[in-house]
């Protein structure tokens, strides 16, 4: 987009307040709970850049329905905004193809876009991040990957002296006693239903591993509004958290970029992280997904191919209009018998219909979670909204 196309759009802005400059389009909900945790970072960031003679600026582009809203937000904040009543707000946001708050869409002195969104570099790298540009992006990338490389469990769990999570009875248990084990980060809350549902499966594989005398802890990170509500989650979970309202969920939620619960992160022995997907693994394979690698998952799905080898593409059903096909896919619930199966699905491409393999085709095909203490039995739950407690 040309410079002056973005003038012609902020009309009541001063051209000489913008012109050559890096410009930021704040775009911006105050009643959006992301927005308004995000502005006090982003005008800590805007001061240092302004104190050291940078040549940026931001203009608020708000999404507020109410116009006192608008006021309201626009006082706590130290930059330039669209008025309220301008239409150019609409524009802006379908232009840049708006599609989460909040956006902060940076331009460059030259007028074109350089990024479509930085907020997420700004919470992670704050003045570090600037100016913005595919050189500094890639440059920020090489350091995180020397990170990720020398990454150990006390540099992801310990803050100063902050450097101990909690176990049953409220006792502290060092970060240090951790160390040479794999550790499951679990992102949860009590008032999330899917968080609720998922936790009797992630038990279920908790107590399989360590009953196989396996080097495995959970560290349960909570979301909670209150301690009451964290603690009536917590006394249920056979593992160790972070004491309720700890400032070090916060950085964790940052750090592993978490957008929704439950989720569950896997360090590894060397204090490296191994998956941020564990969560789907317990799921789909409960224990025997342990210990959660490239290579485990490897070794699981050659089991399961090995499973289907003779068994049909496509079927006709009596159950069932559609002729069914062969599928690989998560947890789902059989229309035939209404259990929970995982993996093999006979599934019809024109509704959403699918069958356990077992009920197809008349036999014990092994993909029910009922069939075997191999297998993982457990139930799961209802989900909501693809199985996760959004952020917002």
């Known amino acids: 987009?040309?410079?002056?196309?973005?003038?012609?759009?902020?009309?009541?802005?001063?051209?000489?307040?913008?012109?050559?400059?890096?410009?930021?389009?704040y775009f911006s909900m105050s009643s959006y709970k992301a927005s308004a945790e995000f502005t006090p970072r982003l005008v800590?960031?805007?001061?240092?850049?302004?104190?050291?003679?940078?040549?940026?600026?931001?203009?608020?582009?708000?999404?507020?329905d109410e116009e006192e809203s608008f006021k309201r937000d626009l006082g706590s904040m130290p930059w330039l905004a669209l008025p309220f009543k301008d239409k150019s707000r609409e524009k802006l946001a379908r232009?840049?193809?708006?599609?989460?708050?909040?956006?902060?869409?940076?331009?460059?002195?030259?007028?074109k876009t350089l990024h479509s969104n930085v907020a997420e570099a700004i919470e992670?790298?704050?003045?570090?991040?600037?100016?913005?540009?595919?050189?500094?992006?890639?440059?920020?990338?090489?350091?995180?990957?020397?990170?990720?490389?020398?990454?150990?469990?006390?540099?992801?769990?310990?803050?100063?002296d902050l450097d101990f999570v909690?176990?049953?009875?409220?006792?502290?248990?060092?970060?240090?006693?951790?160390?040479?084990?794999?550790?499951?980060?679990?992102?949860?809350?009590?008032?999330?239903?899917?968080?609720?549902?998922f936790l009797p499966k992630l038990i279920d594989a908790y107590k399989k591993i360590k009953e196989r005398n396996e080097s495995l802890e959970v560290v349960f990170i909570s979301s909670d509004r209150d301690q009451t509500s964290f603690d009536e989650f917590f006394k249920g979970m056979p593992w160790l958290a972070l004491p309720f309202g700890d400032a070090r969920k916060a950085s964790l939620s940052r750090k592993f970029k978490v957008?929704?619960?439950?989720?569950?992160?896997?360090?590894?022995?060397?204090?490296?992280?191994?998956?941020k997907e564990?969560?789907?693994?317990?799921?789909?394979?409960?224990?025997?997904?342990?210990?959660?690698?490239?290579?485990?998952?490897?070794?699981?799905?050659?089991?399961?191919?090995?499973?289907?080898?003779?068994w049909p593409e496509k079927v006709k059903h009596a159950l069932h209009e559609h002729e069914l096909v062969l599928d690989r896919c998560g947890v789902y619930s059989c229309d035939g018998c209404d259990e929970e199966g995982r993996v093999w699905a006979?599934?019809?491409?024109?509704?959403?219909?699918?069958?356990?393999?077992?009920?197809?085709?008349?036999?014990?095909?092994?993909?029910?979670?009922?069939?075997?203490?191999?297998?993982?039995?457990?139930?799961?739950?209802?989900?909501?909204?693809?199985?996760?407690?959004?952020?917002?």
Not at 4 to 19: A, D, F, G, P, T
């Open 1 to 25: 987009m040309e410079i002056m196309k973005i003038y012609e759009l902020l009309l009541r802005i001063s051209v000489s307040e913008l012109e050559g400059k890096t410009i930021g389009l």
């Open 44 to 64: 800590e960031v805007y001061e240092k850049l302004k104190g050291k003679g940078e040549s940026f600026e931001i203009v608020l582009i708000s999404l507020d």
């Open 95 to 111: 232009y840049f193809e708006l599609s989460t708050l909040p956006t902060l869409v940076i331009i460059g002195p030259d007028g």
């Open 124 to 160: 992670e790298h704050g003045v570090g991040a600037f100016p913005f540009t595919p050189e500094k992006f890639a440059e920020l990338a090489e350091i995180q990957r020397a990170k990720e490389e020398s990454q150990t469990l006390e540099s992801v769990l310990v803050s100063g």
């Open 166 to 197: 909690v176990g049953k009875n409220g006792g502290k248990v060092p970060v240090s006693d951790l160390a040479g084990k794999t550790i499951l980060l679990y992102f949860s809350a009590h008032w999330c239903p899917p968080c609720r549902a």
């Open 259 to 275: 957008s929704g619960i439950p989720m569950l992160v896997a360090i590894g022995p060397s204090g490296r992280t191994i998956t």
């Open 278 to 310: 564990a969560r789907d693994m317990i799921a789909v394979h409960g224990a025997e997904a342990y210990p959660f690698t490239e290579e485990r998952m490897k070794e699981i799905d050659g089991q399961y191919n090995e499973m289907a080898k003779g």
């Open 346 to 392: 006979f599934s019809c491409d024109e509704c959403d219909f699918c069958l356990h393999p077992n009920c197809t085709l008349g036999e014990d095909k092994g993909t029910k979670d009922d069939k075997s203490e191999e297998q993982n039995p457990s139930k799961e739950g209802w989900r909501c909204d693809g199985g996760l407690c959004y952020k917002g």
